[in-house]
C-alpha cells in the first residue's frame, strides 16, 4: 500500500487525496491555509463544475449541493459587434458554480473524516524533498515561485509570456439569471469578454460577472479600478461597461439593486497561461508530480481549469491504483492518460484568448446561430476539451466538422 | 472518406491496409517487390504471431493457417552456466510461427481481392512527397538509408550505437520439437543466446535456430561463416555450438537427419536497434506517419517485433477511423495511444541485449523456476510487453511484483 503526499489543497488535491481515501490509501495533504482562512479569504476565483466533474464528484461522495438546485442548465452566447451572433447550448446535464470558499473547506473536512490527513505548514522546495522521504509518491498541486520552479515550462505548450487579459470578477446582487438559467460567455470584439456564472454563495444565489479586458481596450478599467475607496464608482462603471458592450446582460441587472455583495468578493489581476512539465526528479533521486495549476495554469475564460484539475486528479488516482511502484515510469504513464485532455483544455483556453477571434471560429459559432442541437453538441464538449480541439485545432477540422461528416466515438 | 498511402508490404504495412478496408477507406500499398519476389527471396527472419497478433488476423479475415496445427503452445527458457535455471510457461493461446515469404504474399493476395491497391516502385524521399499529394496521408512502414532519414532516432529510447548481436538464423531439419511444442529461448551467459520456433516453411514444418552472439563470444562464429563455401562444415559447426551451448536443443537433433533446409533459408547479419520519431512534417506541410519497422527496429530476441508493428497498424487504423482530419494533431494522437506499448517493447529488447544479465532478471527466472503459474503468466505478458516492462524496468519494481502485490488491472 503506498502512503501518498500531496501539496496543496485545492480541487486538485482535495480530489485526489478523496479518490485515494475510497481505496483506502494513507494520503496526507499539506496545506499553508486552515479551512477557516480559506473560508475568509478574498474571492479567489469564479469557477464552473462541468457535468463531467459532478459525475466525479457524485462517485468520490462529495455531492452535496445538489446541482438540480445549485447547478444551471444552459450556455448563452453572445458576439456582439458589427455582426452579432448569438448561440445558446442546453446543457445534457447541469453544471455548477460555487463559492470554492464554501466547497473547499466542505471537501477538507470529507477529507478528514474519511481517514485523511490534513497537514498546515508552509512548503519551500527543501520541504518537498524532505516530505518526499517520508511518502511514496509526492504531488504537487499549489505552489509559486520557487516551487513551480521546479516543473520547467513548457514552451512549445505555452505560447504567452505576459497575461493576455486583465481580469477583475465579483459577485453581484441585481442581475437576473437568463432563461433557462445558466452562464453566458460574451465577446466585445477587440475589447474582451464577459463571463456571467449564476454562483451561490454565503449570500445564496449571486452572480459572478468576470470581465476579461484585452489590454488597451476599454474593459480592462475594471480590473484597475480601487473599489474600497470609492464602491459606488466601481459599480457605477462596471453598468457602464455592460451597457457599452454586454447588453445582453445589462437588459437583465437592475441599476437600483445592482451591487457588489461584499467588499471581499471581488478579484482583481491577470494570470499568464503556461503548460508545465508533468513531473521532476527530486535531488534525492524521488519524483514528484505535479497536478492542477502546477501543471496547467488556464485563463478563466472558457472554464476548463478547475474541471482539468479534477480530471487530472482522477486520472492519478487510477494509475496509483495500477501501479506497483511510483517512479518515473508511473509519472510518464500519468502523463501520457491526462496528455490529450489537459493539453486540448490549455490548448483550447489559449485559442480563444487571441486578440481576434481566428476566422473558423467565427465560422463554427455562424454556425451554431440557427442550430440548436450543434450548439447542445458544442457545450457538451466542454467536458471533453479534446472533442473542441479536434474541431478548432485547424480551420480544416472544424470544415470538416461542419461538412457533417460523421463524428465517429 | 480519408485516402491513405502505405509504403512498405511488410506486417504494418498489410495489417493497417487490410483493417482500413474493412472499413472501405481506399488504400494504396507501394512496394519495391512482387508477391513473387518476396515468396522467392532468401529467409528474412523468423518471426512468432503472439496470440494478441492471431486474434487481430482473426479480426481482419486473413487467418489462413490455424494455430492449432501450425501454432505452438509453450515457451521453454533455458540459462545455462554455472547456476543452471529453466522455466516453461504454458501459453492461454497458442502462438504461431510461419515463413514470412508464404505469409506476406497471402495477405498481398487478400488485400488486393478486397479492393486494395498493390503498387510496385521504388520509393524515394521525393517520391513520397509527391505521393503525400495524392492521398490524405502516407504511412511509411519500409525503408532505409534517406527513407529512415527522414524520421529522427530518438536518443532518450535507443540505447546502442551498433549492432548487440551477431545474428544467424536458418531453417533446419532435424530438430524434434520440444514437448509441449514450443519455442525455446536459451542463454548461454556471456556468448549469447538461441532462440528455437517450431515453424512452418515451404518445406513443412521445420526449425528455426536464430544464434543471437554476443560480439567476442563462441556464438558470433556460425553468423560469420560462408555456409555456401562448406555446407557440410557449416551444419557441423552449428551442432557443435549446441552441444557447447545449448545442450536441451542439441538432444533433440538427430545429427544424421539435421541440415539446412534450403541455401537460401539461412540470414546472417545483425540490426541496431533503433526508435524513431513518430511522424514527420514534410517539405510540403503534409505529414507522414512512421509505422513498424520505421517506427522502431527491434533485435529478434524476444520476438516483440513483428507483433509490435501488428498493434501499431491497428493502432493507427483505430486513429484514422476516428478522425476528420489526418494532420499533425492525427499524427499526436497515434503516436500517444502506442507509446506505452512499442516504446515498452523496444525497451525490454534492448534490455534483454545487456552483455550480462540484470541482477533482477535472474530474479524473476528464478522465481519462474518451480512456480509455473507466475511463468505462465510472465510469457502471457509478451502479448502486452508494457507489463513486462512494468515488472522489469527496475529492480524496484521486480521485487514488488515477486512480493506477491495484488497486479491489478
Redesign the interface.
Known amino acids: 500500500m503506498p502512503d501518498i503526499g500531496i501539496i496543496g489543497s485545492g480541487i486538485a488535491g482535495l480530489h485526489l487525496g478523496l479518490f485515494l481515501r475510497q481505496h483506502d490509501i494513507p494520503v496526507t495533504i499539506y496545506s499553508d491555509r486552515t479551512p477557516e482562512d480559506i473560508g475568509a479569504s478574498r474571492l479567489p476565483n469564479s469557477v464552473a463544475h462541468h457535468r463531467s466533474t459532478l459525475e466525479r464528484e457524485r462517485a468520490l461522495g462529495v455531492e452535496h449541493w445538489d446541482p438540480q438546485e445549485y447547478g444551471y442548465f444552459a450556455n448563452h452566447h453572445h458576439v456582439n459587434g458589427p455582426t452579432p451572433l448569438e448561440f445558446r447550448g442546453d446543457l445534457r446535464g447541469p453544471a455548477r458554480a460555487l463559492d470554492y470558499r464554501i466547497y473547499l473547506p466542505r471537501l477538507i473536512a470529507d477529507f478528514q473524516e474519511r481517514g485523511g490527513t490534513f497537514d498546515i505548514r508552509a512548503v519551500k522546495p527543501e520541504t518537498i524533498v524532505s516530505l518526499s522521504e517520508q511518502h511514496d509518491l509526492i504531488v504537487v498541486a499549489a505552489g509559486k515561485g520557487e516551487i513551480a520552479g521546479m516543473f520547467p515550462r513548457r514552451a512549445d505548450r505555452s505560447p504567452y509570456e505576459t497575461p493576455q487579459r486583465r481580469l477583475c470578477v465579483g459577485l453581484y446582487h441585481g442581475v437576473s439569471y437568463p432563461d433557462p438559467k445558466g452562464m453566458s460567455l460574451s465577446v466585445s470584439p477587440g475589447h474582451g469578454e464577459l463571463l456571467e456564472l449564476p454562483l451561490h454563495s454565503f449570500e445564496g444565489p449571486v452572480t459572478a460577472l468576470l470581465f476579461e479586458g484585452i489590454p488597451g481596450g476599454d474593459l480592462e478599467q475594471v480590473s484597475g479600478m480601487d473599489q474600497a475607496s470609492d464602491p459606488t464608482g466601481f459599480e457605477k462603471t462596471v453598468l457602464e461597461k455592460l451597457e457599452s458592450h454586454f447588453p445582453q446582460v445589462r437588459e437583465r441587472a437592475d441599476a437600483a439593486r445592482f451591487h457588489l455583495t461584499r467588499p471581499e468578493d471581488l478579484l482583481q489581476g491577470g494570470l499568464t497561461p503556461v503548460v508545465r512539465e508533468d513531473y521532476t526528479r527530486l535531488p534525492n533521486g524521488r519524483f514528484a508530480l505535479a497536478l492542477g495549476d502546477m501543471h496547467t495554469v488556464l485563463d478563466p475564460l472558457v472554464g476548463q481549469g478547475a474541471n482539468s484539475a479534477s480530471y487530472s486528479a482522477w486520472v492519478t488516482g487510477e494509475t496509483i491504483?495500477?501501479?506497483?511502484?511510483l517512479?518515473e515510469?508511473f509519472c510518464q504513464?500519468v502523463a501520457?492518460r491526462r496528455?490529450?485532455r489537459t493539453l486540448s483544455a490549455a490548448a483550447f483556453s489559449n485559442f480563444m484568448l487571441r486578440r481576434e477571434a481566428a476566422p473558423h471560429l467565427i465560422e463554427l459559432f455562424s454556425a451554431m446561430d440557427g442550430d440548436p442541437e450543434l450548439a447542445e453538441e458544442f457545450v457538451d464538449h466542454f467536458n471533453r476539451p479534446e472533442r473542441i480541439?479536434?474541431i478548432l485545432?485547424?480551420p480544416?477540422?472544424t470544415r470538416?466538422?461542419l461538412a457533417g461528416?460523421e463524428?465517429?466515438?
Open positions: 491504483l495500477e501501479e506497483l511502484t517512479d515510469r504513464k501520457r496528455a490529450d480541439w479536434d485545432s485547424t480544416q477540422r470538416a466538422y461528416q463524428w465517429r466515438q
